[in-house]
């Protein structure tokens, strides 16, 4: 058999414009929930230092790091990646039970636009008191 | 592809409970954020309303059910993740095991903080 | 052909030389020269015709071409070709005419031209098409075609397909009754809305796309891939297969690499092109898979 052309076996991101709908559904769910295990496992880590010795230094800890702005981007950005991954999840939830399999892809789009919607409206709360 | 597995190998179980533990996820997580940012805010926590809080039997075995099924959750999603890429053979087994180890872990360091928290220990 | 008619003529002039009755001849001779002419002139007039029609709605394809064979082919490139368009062309009329006018070493799959071979199967303008049903005036010009990805390409737009056959094999995709009716005669009887239920996933023409465009069917080798589970899914759900084919069939196919691997991204339902609802049936499977399983009692 005469050789063959080997190209590459995971599909090409240079080409994400002719992604479609249930694709970026499965790529974005996919980031999403690594972000949300890595901050599960830095969580816990952040609380044990926090709670190793006397009730003030839990205190002072979450007060720190709350008075750092950057903490609290990070936490609008933690609020959107955890909604999203609710909402889409919810969408995933709705396949797997095989209802509204005709407008999969519409509430795909509608999942990002409520993630949006839920992100920018909690911003003030996020931000207040920096 | 078609090797024969035992009767007890279906991967249908973790299939079943990922989606099981994404219902009762949906809940909690709404719940923990609504109230660590919105009722209370991040900013103005203390030692003190935590322990109260997590004194409570009920809310401590919820935020711990929450560690228990976040974390089966969140670590077979990533397993899930790896073997859709195509690991296989002696590195599927060993990611197995450094995962399953590390769920182990956190459950427990997890517990560990949650009882720190109150004043029952 | 013209050189062929001078030569008869010079023949028969030669011969009316000789001949005892030229008068005849010559008649006859000249009403023939007489009617190759006209036709001639026909044919003539109707190539400029259609040249002048064609000349506006040329479209430009551009076709992947790669020949581990022949040097200057080895490295993958894309060839530029101007096709004349007519109203209802496909891609493989496009194709075909490319090869028959301008590059006879073009390769590509092809047989039934009326999608149910399923031979041509192919990557246009980002998506997996089939050839023989894709309009060229539904694309964006100029047409990019490319072999299917995900597999190993074997000459401009031929792919290896036999993996894919290798996981079509592994549901067994053949009727097994548990049990032959009674009477040498009897008929196997499927109610009406049993034909229904399974009526989609038996359109199926093995072209290839939807495993294609599956992005876990690329990571994973050993995922079954949506066409095998819809063949699996098309047996399990005839009424007239029995309680324990299904069984095994149900057994094949929730083995870790089978339904379970499916992360519902419908890109599969997206592209078939029987429109089957590859998603909702590997859906339902794993919904069937669950159920059976929790009666461990």
Redesign the interface.
Known sequence: MSETYDRG??EDFGRWREFRSGMWAWIFH?FT??V??GY??TH?AV??TA?ASD??V??DT??GL??LLVVRVL?VGL?AV?VFH?LN??RL?MV?LGLGLDSQDKSFYASLVVTAAITVA?VP??L??? | ???Y?S?F????????LQ?VT??FL?GV??FH?FLL??VN???D????G??ARMSQVGYFATMWLF?VT??FH??N??YN?L????I?GTAKRAVGAVLTL?SIA?IA??T??AL??TDLL | MSTQIEQKETDEEAEAETEIEPAEQSNQERRLSEKRARAEANERQRREREAVRDADNDIRIKVFRYDPEVEGKEEPRFDDFRVPFHKGMTILDALIYARDHYDSSLTFRHSCRQAVCGSDALFVNGQQRLGCKTQIADLETPVRIEPLPHQDVVKDLVVDMEHFY??MQ??EPYFQPDDLPEGEHEEQRQTPENREKVKMSTRCIWCGACMSSC??AA??????GPAAINKAYRFAMDEREGENAKANRL??I?????V??C?TQFSCTEVCPKDIPLTEHIQEL?RE??KS?LKFW
């Open positions: 076996s995971v996919k929930g690594w949300l295990v599960l496992f816990i609380l044990s709670t009730p003030a839990y205190t979450l007060h709350e008075n936490e609020l955890a609710i999840g919810v939830l797997d909690s709360t996020f207040a008191g920096v | 592809m078609a090797e597995y009767s190998e279906r991967g249908g179980v973790r299939w079943l989606r994404a219902v949906i997580l709404a954020f940012h919105f805010h991040a900013a926590i203390t030692f003190a935590t322990q560690l976040a974390t969140g670590v999603g990533v993740a073997v859709n890429q195509g296989d590390a956190l360091q997890g560990r903080v720190a928290m | 290798e996981q592994a549901v992005n876990v990571g994973d080798n050993q995922y079954l057994e094949t929730e083995q870790e690499h089978g379970w691997r992360q794993k898979a669950v399983n």
